[in-house]
């Protein structure tokens, strides 16, 4: 999918812990329908952020409820420590919908940065749309997040 806008970062994250609410991740990610009531799993986060206006770190939770209909509601409250140290808090929603026959589940967001750092005022004002994919066979997530 082609996003519109600027670039402002991409990131390479590893799922480092995944915790249960009942329901096993692997049935969940296998694509087993999760019970009538949904299912939740938090997914601990981190790695690499790159890109034109930002590099550093990034390590968050994303609390991820499974619908009884196959897709999974992302919630991620994550923080980025750019390269000098400066912190930016990232909060996105978005929907993970599975491949399926395929571990790979494809991933959008709508993002939100927050900074008070007088150099990063800029990323309080724009709206980020982000997409990407997670494998959950190897716990490797991809994303590019562009300004729109």
Known sequence: MQMPGELIYEYALQITQVVEYGAPAEALFSG????????????YLEGRLDGPRLKGT??????????????????????ITIDDGR????????????????????????????????????????????????DVSNGQVRVKAHAV
């Open 87 to 134: 912190k930016i808090a990232l909060f996105a929603e978005g929907v993970a919908t599975p491949d399926h026959g395929s571990p790979v589940f494809q991933l959008r967001e709508n993002v939100k940065l927050t900074s008070n750092h007088a150099e990063l005022l800029w990323v309080n004002l724009i709206q980020i749309w982000a997409s990407g994919m997670v």
């Open 32 to 43: 087993q329908t999760p019970p009538p009531e949904g299912a939740r799993l938090d997914l």
């Open 58 to 79: 990034v390590r968050g939770v994303d609390y991820l409820a499974f619908r009884a209909d196959g897709r999974a509601d992302l919630h991620i409250h994550a923080e």
